[in-house]
C-alpha cells in the first residue's frame, strides 16, 4: 500500500487475496476473488485494491470491503496479465496476452476507454504477447514487454504514447529473448527489462 502498512498477495489456487500487516508480518484478512487474481494495484489514498481476475479489470474497496467487477476484456481464453495506475489513480493500463491488446480503463466506473490494437504481426494462437507493463514518472509514456516476435522475427519493448494510445517507439530486444517484466527508473531516465529467453535484466536508455 502506499503508506506502506499493508502488503496485498494474490493466491491464484485459492482465488482469494491476502492482506498482510507489515509491522507484524501477519495476515488480517482474505479476501474473495475472481479467478486467477494477480496484478495487484492499490490506489494513491489507500482506499481501492484493482487485480486482474478471471479476464478483467477488478476492484475491491479497502473501507466497505465491497467488490466491483469491470468489464471483460480479454474473453473467456484470454489471460490478463499486466496492470498499472496513473499517480493521480483516474486510470489503470491492462495488457491481454492472448488476444495481442492493451487497454487503457477509466478508474471510475472501470470502463475500457482506448486500446492499442494488435500490437504485433504474430498469430495470437499461443501464450505469447503483451505481458508486464510499466509507466513513466508523469504517465506519459507506456512500456510493454512483448514477447511475441514481429514481422522480423524479433522480440521488443513497445513504448506508447498513453494520451493516443498509439505506439511511438519500438525497441528490438532479439529473437528468443522473450521480455516479460519491465520497470521504470524514479527519474525516468532508464527502464530495465527482464527476458525469460536470455535469464538476464537488461537496462535500456529511455
Known amino acids: 500500500s ?4 499493508e502488503v496485498f498477495v494474490s493466491d491464484t ?34 482506499k481501492a485494491l ?3 481476475g478471471d479476464g478483467m479489470v477488478n476492484a475491491i474497496n479497502l473501507e466497505s470491503a465491497t467488490a466491483q467487477d469491470g468489464s471483460s ?15 493521480d489513480g483516474k486510470r489503470l493500463f491492462a495488457s491481454c496476452n492472448a488476444i495481442n491488446e492493451v ?11 482506448d486500446d492499442l490494437g494488435q500490437v504485433d504481426n504474430g498469430p495470437s494462437t499461443d501464450d505469447a ?14 512500456y510493454v514487454a512483448d514477447d511475441k516476435p514481429d514481422a522480423a522475427g524479433d522480440d521488443h519493448v513497445l513504448v506508447v504514447a498513453t494520451a ?14 522473450a521480455p516479460n517484466g519491465v520497470v521504470v527508473s524514479p527519474d525516468g531516465s532508464h527502464y530495465y527489462v527482464t527476458e525469460l529467453g536470455t535469464d538476464r535484466v537488461v537496462e535500456f536508455q529511455a
Open 2 to 5: 502506499p503508506n506502506g502498512s
Open 13 to 46: 489456487g485459492a482465488n482469494t487475496i491476502d492482506e498482510i500487516y507489515v509491522p507484524t508480518h501477519s495476515v488480517i484478512d482474505t479476501i474473495p476473488a475472481q479467478a486467477g487474481p494477480q496484478g495487484l494495484v492499490v490506489s494513491p489514498d489507500d
Open 50 to 52: 484493482f487485480y486482474l
Open 73 to 87: 476484456m480479454c474473453g473467456p481464453t484470454g489471460a490478463a496479465t499486466g496492470l498499472v495506475m496513473t499517480a
Open 103 to 113: 487497454f487503457g480503463i477509466a478508474v471510475d466506473g472501470l470502463e475500457v476507454y
Open 129 to 142: 504477447g503483451p505481458a508486464e507493463l510499466a509507466l513513466s514518472p508523469d504517465g506519459s509514456l507506456l
Open 164 to 177: 493516443t494510445m498509439s505506439v511511438v517507439r519500438e525497441v528490438q530486444t532479439g529473437a528468443g529473448t
